[in-house]
């Protein structure tokens, strides 16, 4: 995992485990804005093929918000995105991007939004571990 990363490895097959990050995710408040499908995007513009993944653009409107008062550039860094990608047949891998490395980037005065994001994602990836 990096730095800037959350992450859990699901012991399900891809498309399960898509659904279980949406369903994860709306259950600590977050909708999903974006969605790329890397591996179709890749194979439309460069021919290659490479392992199933999506990113998913999750946002919680009131943090989003709280988090432009503060800072209206964080915007470039919006929404929070959550990557799944398929490590084998029955094995998914989940990436969220840190919003504690938004502070790095913004500020201190950005902790208190940033703590309450990491915390809202951590407990959905904590849900995806729990079954």
Same mark, same amino acid.
């Given at each position: 995992? =990096? &730095?800037? %990363?959350? @992450?859990?490895?699901?012991?399900?097959?891809?498309?399960? @485990?898509? =659904?279980?990050?949406?369903?994860?995710?709306?259950?600590?408040?977050?909708?999903?804005? %974006?969605? /790329?499908? /890397?591996?179709?995007?890749?194979?439309?513009? +460069?021919? *290659? &093929?490479?392992? $199933?993944?999506?990113?998913?653009?999750?946002?919680?409107? $009131?943090?989003?918000?709280?988090?432009?008062?503060?800072?209206?550039?964080?915007?470039?860094?919006?929404?929070?995105? *959550? *990557?799944?990608?398929?490590?084998?047949?029955?094995?998914?891998? *989940?990436?969220?991007? &840190?919003?504690?490395?938004?502070?790095?980037?913004?500020?201190?005065? +950005?902790? $208190?939004?940033?703590?309450?994001?990491?915390?809202?994602?951590?407990?959905?990836?904590?849900?995806?571990?729990?079954?």
């Amino acid at each position: 995992m =990096a &730095d800037y %990363t959350l @992450a859990t490895t699901m012991r399900r097959p891809y498309d399960a @485990a898509v =659904a279980a990050v949406r369903e994860a995710l709306a259950e600590q408040g977050f909708g999903i804005l %974006t969605e /790329i499908d /890397i591996r179709a995007t890749l194979a439309a513009k +460069l021919g *290659v &093929d490479v392992a $199933p993944q999506v990113i998913l653009g999750a946002c919680r409107p $009131p943090l989003a918000h709280r988090a432009l008062e503060i800072d209206p550039s964080i915007a470039t860094v919006l929404p929070c995105n *959550v *990557v799944v990608r398929a490590l084998d047949d029955e094995t998914a891998i *989940v990436e969220a991007f &840190d919003p504690h490395a938004m502070t790095a980037l913004a500020g201190p005065d +950005l902790r $208190p939004v940033a703590d309450e994001a990491h915390s809202l994602l951590t407990a959905a990836l904590a849900a995806l571990t729990e079954d």
